[in-house]
């Protein structure tokens, strides 16, 4: 197994570690539950049942890219670039590499410059990198953190009520950040994984394309 503070040299070793979350003992930054969130999101959640069957009808497709069990994401909620509040639902139809984030946490900040360069490389109508911020407070930190290491593509996506971060907590997909879910454009699980990886590598992107492909 590769050293935690490692990314990963192969295509099957990132899609080992999306399902297992092999680096998350070693780099994953734990975090604590804030307040209980968005309650629109919890209240979503709900709906969330019904999809979840839809997506199991997909687990052959989900074991090769290895979510387990498949699951449905749609409900999960945070602001878009524009400010106002979404839903990964309102993205139907692009898959989509969901990572959290926030500038406290060293790995993510470590590969905030990769995902950017998977997005302006793969970025799509079919494919975009949605990297959420969970900062708690006000947007300068996090807006000036990204201006100084000059994120060109990436969108800014932004959740400060640590909602986001605590539903994939309880549905047993974050431990810490950062966490990446990989998510069809129906809005199904199909990979995760806890900690960094070098999203602008070959390997990566090579992930994308597989999760793409119909």
């Known amino acids: 197994m590769a050293d935690g503070n490692r990314f990963f040299p192969a295509p ?26 968005n309650n629109a999101q919890t209240q ?19 074991k090769e890219i290895a979510a387990n069990p498949p699951q449905s994401l749609k409900s999960l909620a945070f602001n878009g670039p524009d400010g106002k509040p979404m839903t990964i639902a309102d993205r139907a139809g692009k898959t989509m590499l969901l990572n959290l984030w926030a500038t406290w946490c060293a790995p993510c900040r470590a590969e905030m410059p990769a995902l950017d360069t998977l997005q302006k490389e793969k970025g799509s109508d079919a494919f975009e990198v949605v990297a959420v911020n969970v900062d708690t407070g006000d947007d300068a930190k996090p807006k000036k953190f990204l ?8 969108g800014y996506y932004r959740d400060s009520t640590m909602g986001l971060f ?25 990979a995760h994984m806890n900690g960094p ?3 602008s590598s070959p390997d990566a992107r090579r992930l994308v394309e597989a999760a793409l492909a119909r």
């Open 147 to 154: 201006k100084e290491i000059g994120v060109e593509t990436l």
């Open 166 to 190: 605590n539903e994939t907590k309880a549905r047993g997909l974050a431990l810490g950040l950062p966490v990446t879910m990989l998510i069809d454009g129906e809005g199904c699980l199909i």
């Open 44 to 62: 979503a959640a709900a709906a969330d049942g019904k999809d979840d069957a839809a997506c199991k009808t997909k687990a052959g497709r989900a």
């Open 12 to 37: 099957r070793l990132i899609l080992a570690a999306l399902v297992a979350g092999v680096l998350a003992g070693a780099v994953a930054v734990y975090v604590s539950e804030s307040g209980s969130g």
């Open 197 to 199: 990886a070098e999203w």
